[in-house]
Protein backbone atom coordinates (compact mmCIF):
# COMPACT_ATOMS: atom_id res chain seq x y z
CA UNK A 1 0.00 0.00 0.00
CA UNK A 2 1.18 3.45 0.23
CA UNK A 3 1.67 3.73 3.94
CA UNK A 4 4.97 2.95 3.52
CA UNK A 5 5.77 5.71 0.99
CA UNK A 6 4.37 8.15 2.81
CA UNK A 7 6.34 7.63 6.07
CA UNK A 8 9.29 7.44 3.43
CA UNK A 9 8.42 10.76 2.08
CA UNK A 10 8.14 12.45 5.31
CA UNK A 11 11.45 11.60 6.26
CA UNK A 12 13.21 11.62 3.13
CA UNK A 13 13.07 15.63 3.39
CA UNK A 14 15.22 15.84 6.48
CA UNK A 15 17.73 13.23 5.31
CA UNK A 16 21.37 14.04 4.95
CA UNK A 17 22.02 12.90 1.58
CA UNK A 18 24.54 10.22 2.39
CA UNK A 19 21.64 8.99 3.93
CA UNK A 20 19.37 8.66 1.95
CA UNK A 21 20.62 5.41 -0.05
CA UNK A 22 19.53 3.88 3.81
CA UNK A 23 16.11 5.09 3.53
CA UNK A 24 15.32 4.03 0.01
CA UNK A 25 16.45 0.24 0.98
CA UNK A 26 14.56 0.82 4.11
CA UNK A 27 11.24 1.68 1.90
CA UNK A 28 12.05 -1.54 -0.37
CA UNK A 29 12.44 -3.90 2.67
CA UNK A 30 9.59 -2.74 4.40
CA UNK A 31 7.19 -3.56 1.29
CA UNK A 32 9.46 -6.46 1.00
CA UNK A 33 8.73 -7.70 4.28
CA UNK A 34 5.48 -6.39 4.88
CA UNK A 35 4.08 -8.49 1.88
CA UNK A 36 5.72 -11.41 3.53
CA UNK A 37 4.12 -11.50 6.58
CA UNK A 38 0.80 -10.76 4.96
CA UNK A 39 1.46 -14.33 3.11
CA UNK A 40 2.55 -15.92 5.91
CA UNK A 41 -0.95 -14.50 8.05
CA UNK A 42 -3.14 -14.78 5.31
CA UNK A 43 -2.63 -17.91 3.21
CA UNK A 44 0.08 -20.16 5.46
CA UNK A 45 2.50 -20.15 2.78
CA UNK A 46 6.00 -19.49 3.46
CA UNK A 47 6.13 -15.90 1.81
CA UNK A 48 10.00 -15.67 0.60
CA UNK A 49 9.10 -18.51 -2.02
CA UNK A 50 7.09 -15.84 -4.08
CA UNK A 51 8.96 -12.73 -3.56
CA UNK A 52 10.45 -11.11 -6.50
CA UNK A 53 12.23 -7.83 -7.68
CA UNK A 54 9.30 -6.69 -10.48
CA UNK A 55 9.80 -3.98 -13.35
CA UNK A 56 8.12 -1.50 -11.49
CA UNK A 57 10.01 -1.66 -8.26
CA UNK A 58 6.77 -3.47 -6.57
CA UNK A 59 4.86 -0.62 -7.21
CA UNK A 60 7.01 2.64 -6.60
CA UNK A 61 5.84 5.24 -8.97
CA UNK A 62 9.12 7.37 -8.41
CA UNK A 63 12.21 5.56 -8.77
CA UNK A 64 14.89 6.13 -6.18
CA UNK A 65 17.53 8.74 -6.66
CA UNK A 66 20.44 6.28 -6.07
CA UNK A 67 18.79 3.22 -7.76
CA UNK A 68 17.37 5.01 -11.07
CA UNK A 69 17.63 2.50 -13.48
CA UNK A 70 18.40 -0.82 -14.59
CA UNK A 71 22.50 0.10 -14.37
CA UNK A 72 22.22 0.41 -10.49
CA UNK A 73 20.35 -2.88 -10.16
CA UNK A 74 23.98 -4.64 -9.28
CA UNK A 75 24.37 -1.89 -6.46
CA UNK A 76 20.93 -1.68 -5.29
CA UNK A 77 21.42 -6.13 -4.74
CA UNK A 78 24.46 -5.48 -2.50
CA UNK A 79 23.44 -2.37 -0.70
CA UNK A 80 20.56 -4.47 0.01
CA UNK A 81 22.70 -7.61 1.42
CA UNK A 82 24.85 -5.38 2.79
CA UNK A 83 21.86 -3.12 5.05
CA UNK A 84 20.62 -6.64 5.87
CA UNK A 85 23.68 -8.37 6.96
CA UNK A 86 24.66 -5.54 8.87
CA UNK A 87 20.68 -4.82 10.80
CA UNK A 88 22.13 -5.30 13.76
CA UNK A 89 24.30 -2.32 13.42
CA UNK A 90 21.29 -0.22 11.67
CA UNK A 91 20.63 2.73 13.66
CA UNK A 92 16.79 3.64 15.17
CA UNK A 93 14.82 5.40 12.35
CA UNK A 94 16.63 3.62 9.48
CA UNK A 95 15.52 -0.16 10.34
CA UNK A 96 12.61 -1.83 8.42
CA UNK A 97 9.51 -0.49 9.50
CA UNK A 98 6.77 -3.14 11.10
CA UNK A 99 3.65 -2.40 9.11
CA UNK A 100 1.54 -5.20 11.05
CA UNK A 101 2.50 -4.15 14.45
CA UNK A 102 1.71 -0.40 13.14
CA UNK A 103 0.56 1.44 10.34
CA UNK A 104 2.50 5.03 11.21
CA UNK A 105 5.80 3.72 11.15
CA UNK A 106 6.42 3.59 14.49
CA UNK A 107 7.59 0.27 15.02
CA UNK A 108 11.03 -1.21 13.46
CA UNK A 109 11.70 -4.98 13.20
CA UNK A 110 14.46 -5.94 15.48
CA UNK A 111 17.40 -7.89 14.68
CA UNK A 112 15.45 -11.06 16.16
CA UNK A 113 12.43 -10.21 14.46
CA UNK A 114 14.19 -9.95 10.86
CA UNK A 115 15.89 -13.68 11.84
CA UNK A 116 12.77 -15.21 12.48
CA UNK A 117 10.91 -14.11 9.29
CA UNK A 118 13.87 -15.83 7.36
CA UNK A 119 12.99 -19.10 8.76
CA UNK A 120 16.72 -20.21 8.80
CA UNK A 121 17.87 -18.67 5.22
CA UNK A 122 20.87 -16.80 5.15
CA UNK A 123 21.03 -13.06 3.93
CA UNK A 124 22.42 -14.26 0.77
CA UNK A 125 19.50 -16.16 -0.04
CA UNK A 126 17.36 -13.90 0.93
CA UNK A 127 18.90 -11.03 -1.11
CA UNK A 128 19.39 -13.81 -4.25
CA UNK A 129 15.77 -14.99 -3.78
CA UNK A 130 14.60 -11.39 -4.51
CA UNK A 131 16.74 -10.35 -7.15
CA UNK A 132 17.44 -13.51 -9.42
CA UNK A 133 16.42 -17.17 -8.18
CA UNK A 134 11.98 -16.47 -7.52
CA UNK A 135 11.97 -14.73 -10.56
CA UNK A 136 14.17 -17.73 -12.73
CA UNK A 137 11.84 -20.10 -10.86
CA UNK A 138 8.66 -18.36 -12.19
CA UNK A 139 10.07 -17.88 -15.74
CA UNK A 140 10.77 -21.28 -16.22
CA UNK A 141 7.57 -22.83 -15.11
CA UNK A 142 4.79 -20.38 -16.77
CA UNK A 143 7.18 -19.29 -19.94
CA UNK A 144 7.16 -22.60 -21.31
CA UNK A 145 5.45 -23.35 -24.98
CA UNK A 146 3.51 -25.67 -23.39
CA UNK A 147 2.17 -23.88 -20.37
CA UNK A 148 1.64 -20.51 -22.62
CA UNK A 149 0.41 -22.42 -25.85
CA UNK A 150 -1.21 -25.80 -24.50
CA UNK A 151 0.65 -29.21 -25.11
CA UNK A 152 1.63 -29.98 -28.99
CA UNK A 153 0.85 -25.93 -30.43
CA UNK A 154 2.91 -24.29 -31.83
CA UNK A 155 3.99 -20.44 -30.56
CA UNK A 156 2.61 -17.73 -32.34
CA UNK A 157 6.56 -15.92 -32.82
CA UNK A 158 9.61 -18.38 -33.78
Known sequence: GRMPGKIYK??????????????????????????VQVIEQKLMHDGWKVITLGSD?????????DYNDSGTLMKFRNDVYTYLYTYAEQAPGYRIKNIMANTDGSVEFTDAEIGMLHH?????????????????????????????????TQPLIT
Not at 124 to 151: D, M, Q, R, W
Request: overall charge neutral; cysteine-free; glycine content about 8%.
Open 57 to 65: MDGLIDPFD
Open 10 to 35: KTIRNTPDDKKPLLQIQLFLTNVYHI
Open 120 to 152: GRTVSEVVNGIFYKHSETFLSKYFTTAYLHGPG
